[in-house]
């Protein structure tokens, strides 16, 4: 897949956990420039507490939106759980609050978007 990607003109790529890993891995792949790249673990206590393997993983990635640099964007490649363990507020719900935990500690970037 890698080989093929670079083949479409796509320099960077980012998997949210790969092999020997028991998660589910999702994938980013851009042709635009990465200024910031990183995984995370999406609500691991919670993942424990209901018997799961391994927690789910997201990637976040942050790219060059202007030829000059000077504006950015985040992304999140995620893939929530399938089962919610819980009527309402189940597993999917702390992965959500995992992501927006993880947004808020991000340093404020003056060139980021939103």
Known sequence: LNARLQQLGFTSMLRSCA???PGNP?????RLPVLHKETIDLAPAEAHANGMAS???SAYVEV???DR???SVGVYATHLHHINY???EGQRLA??????QHAALRNACS???G
Do not use: M
């Open 19 to 21: 092999p020997p890993s």
């Open 26 to 30: 999702t994938l980013f792949a851009s």
């Open 55 to 57: 927690p789910r993983h």
């Open 64 to 66: 060059t939106v202007a």
């Open 69 to 71: 640099g000077n504006a």
């Open 111 to 113: 060139h980021r978007i």
């Open 95 to 100: 992965e959500i609050q995992s992501l927006l």
């Open 86 to 88: 819980a009527p309402k």
